[in-house]
DNA sequence: CCCGATTCCTGTAGGC
DNA sequence: TGCCTACAGGAATCGG
C-alpha cells in the first residue's frame, strides 16, 4: 500500500521516464473512485505536456503545461508507463495516451484513489491545504513532534498516522518507527518526553530514508512506474511479523488493533 | 477543537 | 472444491 516512500519511488521513476512528453488522448474507463473523475478531466488533458511529477504527502502532482493533476493510489493504486501495445489489465481506471505511442496507466482494484485536475494552485486544493510538514524536510524535527504533542491524548501511533500533524506515514512505516525509537505504539502522545520525540523523529526520517533506498515495501501487489516491486519487506522489522521473535531481546513481537489499525510492536523494547 | 467510529472497495486467506 | 466471512487500510466525514 502506497506510502510516503513508494509515492516517492514511483514519483522519480516517472521523472525519468516522462519528461516533456504530450497527451495525445485521455481514457477514463471507469470515474468511479474515492471521488469521481470530474467529466472534463480527459478533454482539460487533451495536448497537454507532461512537464514533471511533484510530491507532497501522498499525493502525486502531474505537472503539465495545461494544469496539474493531482493524484492518490489509495491503498492498491499503481501508476504505470506501458508501451502502448501492452494488455490492458483488468481495474485499470485511466490511460493517459502518450503521442510517442506509450500509455501511463492508473490502475486501482480498490478504487480508494483518486485523481484530480486543476488549473493551478494545488497546493490551495481542500484535500492539501491541511496537511502538516514533509517528514524528510529539515522543518521536521523532534522539537516539532513535542510541541504538536501536547494536550493531544491520543495514542503515538495515531498521532503519526494524523497527516494534519505529519504527512505521509501510513500503517507500515508508523509500526517501523516506533520500534526503533522503542517506544509503545499505544501510549498516549503527551506523556511522552521531548527526549524521546527527537529519537521519534529521527526514526522516522531513517526509516522513510531506508525504504526509498530499497524502492519501497512490496507487501502484495505495489509496483513502481516501470513495474518493479520494492525490497523494504525484507528490512521490516516489526510489520507483519507477530510471533517472531525482536531481534533485540529475543521477546515475541505482538500484534494489537490501534485506532482500527493492526499494530506490531515488541512489548519488552517498547515502553 | 479533539477524538473515536464509520465508510468507501475488492482480493485474499481461512474455516468448514 | 466451493462457499462464506473476516480482514487488509488512507483519510474524509460524522457524531459525541
Not at 488522448?25 to 468511479?32: D, Y
Request: net charge positive.
Amino acid at each position: 500500500m502506497p506510502e510516503l516512500p513508494e509515492v516517492e519511488t514511483i514519483r522519480r521513476r516517472l521523472n525519468t521516464v516522462i519528461h516533456n512528453h504530450t497527451i495525445k488522448s485521455t481514457s477514463v474507463h471507469n470515474a468511479k473512485l474515492r471521488w469521481p473523475i470530474a467529466p472534463d478531466f480527459a478533454k482539460q488533458l487533451s495536448h497537454a505536456t507532461i512537464h514533471s511529477f511533484e510530491r507532497r504527502a501522498k499525493y502525486l502532482l502531474m505537472q503539465t503545461d495545461r494544469g496539474i493533476v493531482i493524484i492518490h493510489l489509495g491503498m492498491s493504486g499503481s501508476l504505470t508507463v506501458n508501451s502502448g501495445n501492452h494488455p490492458l489489465e483488468t481495474h485499470t481506471h485511466v490511460e493517459f495516451h502518450l503521442k510517442d505511442g506509450r500509455s501511463l496507466r492508473y490502475r486501482d482494484p480498490r478504487r480508494f484513489g483518486s485523481m484530480h485536475w486543476i488549473p493551478d494552485k494545488p497546493l490551495a486544493h481542500p484535500l492539501l491545504r491541511n496537511l502538516g510538514p514533509e517528514p524528510l524536510d529539515e522543518g521536521f524535527n523532534g522539537d516539532y513532534l513535542y510541541q504538536a504533542s501536547r494536550n493531544r491524548r491520543v495514542a503515538i501511533k495515531n498521532l503519526l498516522m494524523n497527516s494534519r500533524i505529519i504527512v505521509g506515514i501510513g500503517n507500515i512505516y508508523a509500526s517501523e518507527a516506533l520500534y526503533l525509537a522503542q517506544i509503545n505504539p499505544i501510549r498516549r502522545s503527551d506523556r511522552i518526553a521531548c527526549v524521546r520525540y527527537q529519537n521519534l523523529a529521527r526514526a522516522v526520517k531513517s526509516v522513510l530514508e531506508s525504504a526509498i533506498l530499497a524502492g519501497g515495501t512490496t507487501l502484495r501487489d505495489y509496483v513502481d512506474a516501470a513495474g518493479n516491486p520494492g525490497y523494504f519487506k525484507q528490512n521490516l522489522l516489526v510489520y507483519g511479523r507477530q510471533g517472531a521473535l525482536c531481534n533485540l531481546c529475543q521477546t515475541q513481537i505482538r500484534n494489537r488493533t490501534i485506532g482500527q489499525r493492526s499494530s506490531y510492536y515488541c512489548p519488552h523494547c517498547q515502553r
